[in-house]
Antibody
């Protein structure tokens, strides 16, 4: 059974950094692209970033480009998102999602339950 | 950043049929990129409903169907049930922005 478990969320002050992680199991992690998607309070889904199976292809939404860095460790079946220079607009529930394809971007067939990031002083 | 436009809400009675539109442009849907649809019930993880424009993942009822034409796509739901009440999102890739995009989202209300 595919399982994606996010961790590392919490309350952080504006301007600070936070790294969230996603532990994957139940599938061949190294064969699939992975993504981060967020949902701010009262808002819709927003794609944040995606990374191909071998980390050769990485994309970011304009809203996070230059501040966020996605990475993966295939040996540890883990996905990460390093978030720097956080602002209140980054407050959201962050979901980890598995791509059906290796290179992406494709459809997201499995999602975690999300980790909440709150940026506030 | 979303350039995939959906109606904010749609409503229909149980047992009826409803469609949700997703309007894009020549750099995403119109460029031939696949459209995917997700169902998001409050408090739960989003669920893939339709992928590659028209395909249903295993376990998704055939009451749900997808179509695409030109720069737009649609999700149709027949035999509406109370449990279908949720937010629905389309998703595609945009080659002008080099990003994956979700639509603005549609809240389905089952009367």
């Amino acid at each position: 059974e595919v399982e994606l478990v996010e961790s590392g969320g919490g309350l952080v002050e504006p301007g600070r950094s936070l790294r969230i992680a996603c532990a994957a199991s139940g599938f061949n992690f190294e064969d699939h692209a992975m993504h981060w998607v967020r949902q701010a309070p009262g808002k819709g889904l927003e794609w944040v970033s995606g990374i191909s199976w071998n980390s050769a292809s990485i994309d970011y939404a304009d809203s996070v480009k230059g501040r966020f860095t996605i990475s993966r460790d295939n040996a540890r079946n883990s996905l990460y998102l390093q978030m720097n220079s956080l602002t209140a607009e980054d407050t959201a529930l962050y979901y980890c999602a598995k791509d059906k394809a290796a290179a992406g971007p494709g459809s997201l067939d499995y999602w975690g339950q999300g980790t909440l990031v709150t940026v506030s002083s | 950043q979303s350039v995939l436009t959906q109606p904010p809400s749609v409503s229909e009675a149980p047992g009826k049929r409803v469609t949700i539109s997703c309007t894009g442009s020549s750099s995403n849907i119109g460029a031939g990129y696949d459209v995917n649809w997700y169902q998001h019930v409050s408090g739960a993880a989003p669920k893939l409903l339709i992928y590659d424009d028209t395909k249903r993942p295993s376990g998704v009822p055939d009451r749900f169907s997808g179509s695409k034409s030109g720069t737009s796509a649609s999700l149709a739901i027949t035999g509406l049930q109370a449990e279908d009440e949720a937010d629905y999102y389309c998703q595609s890739y945009d080659n002008a922005l080099s990003v994956s995009l979700f639509g603005t989202g549609t809240k389905l209300i089952v009367l």
